[in-house]
């Protein structure tokens, strides 16, 4: 299964997983946020609805992905262009969008105030 995780990871974080897989460590896909806050942002209940019919779907339009979900295309296109901005979306080579993923995994630690 083709899983990615998102998280919520501090810069240096990101830049020793990045040192260690540039050394030659395995890594898996990771989508990192800043804060829970900004992830939550991006991620709405309509666009984990949206990750969710895309998922392991392979290449599609943003016509297809609403029809997919029962939404309006133009409200679907906004969503989509939040998650390719925020890197969860890709474009393939003919202009198609993807989620080239199966699964998502959240990952991140709530400290008390």
């Known amino acids: 299964m083709n899983t990615v995780t998102l998280s919520v990871t501090s810069m240096d974080d990101v830049k020793r997983r990045v040192r260690s897989a540039f050394g030659g460590e395995r890594r898996g896909a990771r989508i990192s946020f800043a804060s829970a806050e900004l992830l939550w942002k991006v991620l709405t209940a ?13 290449a599609m339009t943003i016509r297809e992905a609403a029809r997919r979900v029962e939404r309006d295309v133009k409200a679907v296109h906004g969503d989509v262009h939040a998650l390719l901005d925020a890197g969860v979306l890709e474009r393939d080579s003919r202009g198609r969008i993807v989620f080239p993923y199966d699964a998502v995994h959240v990952d991140f630690l709530l400290y008390a105030a």
């Open 46 to 58: 309509k666009r984990w609805e949206l990750l969710r019919a895309m998922a392991g779907q392979g």
